[in-house]
Structures are given as C-alpha cells and as structure tokens.
C-alpha cells in the first residue's frame, strides 16, 4: 500500500511562489509515474501536472505551463510542485497522485491509483 502525505500549502499573495511536496511510503516510488491534480468545491478534479518515473518526461496543463514545476527525488520518496506567478485562480486543494503500475504520466485522473490527503493552497489578489 503507498500512503502520500502532501505539505507546503499556504495563503501567499498574487505573484508569490510557492513550493508543496509530497512525500510516498513505498519501497518502489522510483517506478511510479506521479502527478499533481486539484480541485474547488463542487468542481471536477483537474490535471496540474505530471512527470515519469524518472522525471525526465513531463505534462502540463495548458493554465499551468511556464509557471509551475514537477519534480521528483526518488532518493526521498517526495514529487515537487514548485509554483510561480501564482494567480488567485490558483487557489484550490492540491491532491499528489501515483500511477504505482506504470511509469509513464498522464493527464487522466483515472490513470492514478493512489491519491494524497490534499494540501490547501489560498492566492490573494
């Protein structure tokens, strides 16, 4: 079983940046592909970004691209969302998710299997 445990969230100001982690159990994280995804009340989960079991691949969703960055360090267990030029449209939970079968990324949600708790994230105009 991977259990994920997302952190770093915040309130920050437009503009500001912002770091969130998240950090998996599992002796074999270095095979997943992983992604981040996040989601408003009442709304769809929403794709963020994704990168391979390397990090050598990654997606990005159209709103997101040029501003934020997926990374990983398969030597700690954690994926990184490093997020730049934050908007107050940004504002949502941030939900890290593991494809723990595969190590090739996508932007489906229903190709991941694993999901964290969430992290908030809050942009103030």
């Known amino acids: 079983q991977v259990e994920r445990v997302e952190s770093g969230g915040g309130v920050v100001k437009a503009g500001d940046s912002l770091r969130i982690s998240c950090a998996a159990s599992?002796?074999?994280?270095?095979?997943?592909?992983m992604a981040w995804f996040r989601q408003d009340p009442g709304k769809a989960r929403e794709f963020v970004a994704a990168l391979n079991w390397n990090g050598d691949t990654t997606l990005y969703s159209g709103s997101v691209k040029g501003r934020f960055t997926i990374s990983r360090d398969n030597a700690k267990n954690t994926v990184y969302l490093q997020m730049h030029s934050l908007k107050p449209e940004d504002t949502s939970v941030y939900y890290c998710?593991?494809?723990?079968?595969?190590?090739?990324?996508?932007?489906?949600?229903?190709?991941?299997?694993?999901w964290g708790q969430g992290t908030q994230v809050t942009v103030s105009s």
């Open positions: 599992g002796r074999t994280f270095s095979k997943y592909a």
């Open positions: 998710a593991a494809r723990t079968w595969d190590g090739d990324p996508y932007s489906d949600l229903y190709e991941y299997d694993a």
